[in-house]
């Protein structure tokens, strides 16, 4: 009877574990991405392809933006020694990663000031990525932010639709 209390006593930290959250605030702290993010996942969830979503960053020229790339596929590592290339933008990263709505984010650590996460090594996370033997051509359906640091505003678009090709501005 006490080992099935012990394992009862420690379930919900195991369960609080898996990276599973209910709302985005504690993820991420800006309104309007949290809206740009939950558009996106409406849309991953209407086409229910594939429940992962790769969250890269880059800080622009002179770091007056910052671009947040996500797409609807996981991390891709490519086994074939011809391809270990492509595999070195992954090396150098550390990934947080989160669970919302079924769906599996993996976030590099190049917006850890936006996606307030825990972030771990390559090696990790290389067990969870998609393993391939060399590129495949894909067209993952993707969305692309970018945040003007001076004045805060936020341009995006995504390829969900021919009518959202175009960069969108929001408030």
């Given at each position: 009877?006490?080992k099935?209390l012990?394992y009862?006593l420690?379930l919900?930290f195991?369960?609080?574990?898996?990276?599973?959250?209910?709302?985005?605030?504690?993820?991420?702290?800006?309104?309007?991405?949290?809206?740009?993010l939950?558009?996106y996942?409406?849309?991953v969830l209407?086409m229910?392809?594939?429940?992962?979503?790769?969250v890269a960053g880059?800080?622009?020229?002179?770091?007056k933006?910052?671009?947040?790339a996500?797409?609807?596929?996981q991390?891709i590592?490519y086994?074939?020694?011809?391809a270990?290339y492509?595999?070195?933008?992954l090396?150098?990263?550390?990934?947080?990663?989160?669970?919302?709505?079924?769906?599996?984010?993996?976030?590099?650590?190049d917006?850890?000031?936006?996606f307030k996460?825990e972030?771990?090594?390559?090696?990790?996370?290389?067990?969870?990525?998609e393993?391939?033997?060399?590129p495949e051509p894909?067209?993952?359906y993707s969305?692309f932010?970018?945040?003007?640091?001076?004045?805060?505003?936020?341009?995006?678009?995504?390829n969900?639709?021919k009518e959202?090709l175009?960069w969108?501005?929001i408030?």
């Open positions: 009877m006490k099935y012990y009862f420690f919900p195991f369960i609080g574990c898996n990276g599973s959250i209910e709302n985005l605030d504690s993820v991420v702290q800006d309104k309007r991405i949290q809206q740009l939950d558009e996942i409406v849309n209407r229910d392809e594939n429940k992962n979503v790769f880059n800080i622009g020229k002179k770091s933006t910052v671009e947040i996500l797409y609807n596929q991390p590592l086994i074939n020694q011809d270990d492509l595999n070195l933008y090396k150098s990263k550390e990934f947080g990663f989160f669970r919302y709505k079924g769906i599996n984010f993996y976030v590099t650590n917006l850890q000031n936006i996460l972030y771990k090594s390559f090696d990790h996370f290389q067990n969870k990525f393993k391939k033997n060399e894909n067209d993952p969305m932010i970018n945040i003007n640091i001076r004045d805060s505003s936020i341009t995006y678009y995504s969900s639709s959202s175009k969108k501005k408030k």
